[in-house]
C-alpha cells in the first residue's frame, strides 16, 4: 500500500525558506510522478511543483517559479520541496501527492504539512 508522509512544516517570517519532505513507501515509483500541492484557507488546493520520479522531468506553478525547487533522492525513496524568499501567500497546507504517469488523477496522497509565514 502506497504511504506518503510528509515533513518539514512550520512558521517561518517573510523571505525565509523551509524544506518540506515526503517519505513515499509501498511500491516502486519508477513510473510515477510526485506533485506537491497547497491549499490555503478559502482556496482551492492548487498544483504547485511535480516531478518524474526516473526522468527527474519537472514542472512548476508560476506562482512559485525561481523560488521553490522540486527534487528526489530515489534511494532513499524521498522527494523534496526546497522553499526560498517565501511570502505570506504561500502560507498553506502542503501536500505530497503521487500518480502513475498513465494518468492526470494524482491517487495517493499525504496526511498535509502547514506551512505559515508571516509578514
Known amino acids: 500500500q502506497v504511504q506518503l508522509v510528509e515533513s518539514g512544516g512550520g512558521l517561518v517570517q517573510a523571505g525565509g525558506s523551509l524544506r518540506l519532505s515526503c517519505a513515499a513507501s509501498?511500491?516502486?515509483?519508477?513510473?510515477?510522478?510526485i506533485g506537491w500541492f497547497r491549499q490555503a484557507p478559502g482556496k482551492e488546493r492548487e498544483l504547485v511543483a511535480a516531478?518524474?520520479?526516473?526522468?527527474?522531468?519537472?514542472y512548476y506553478a508560476d506562482s512559485v517559479k525561481g523560488r521553490f525547487t522540486i527534487s528526489r533522492d530515489n534511494a532513499n525513496n524521498l522527494v523534496y520541496l526546497q522553499m526560498n524568499m517565501l511570502k505570506p501567500e504561500d502560507t498553506a497546507v502542503y501536500y505530497c501527492?503521487?500518480?502513475?504517469?498513465?494518468?492526470?488523477?494524482?491517487?495517493?496522497w499525504g496526511q498535509g504539512t502547514q506551512v505559515t509565514v508571516s509578514s
Open positions: 501527492a503521487a500518480r502513475t504517469l498513465a494518468t492526470n488523477t494524482y491517487n495517493y
Open positions: 509501498g511500491r516502486s515509483f519508477s513510473f510515477y510522478r
Open positions: 516531478i518524474n520520479w526516473n526522468s527527474g522531468d519537472t
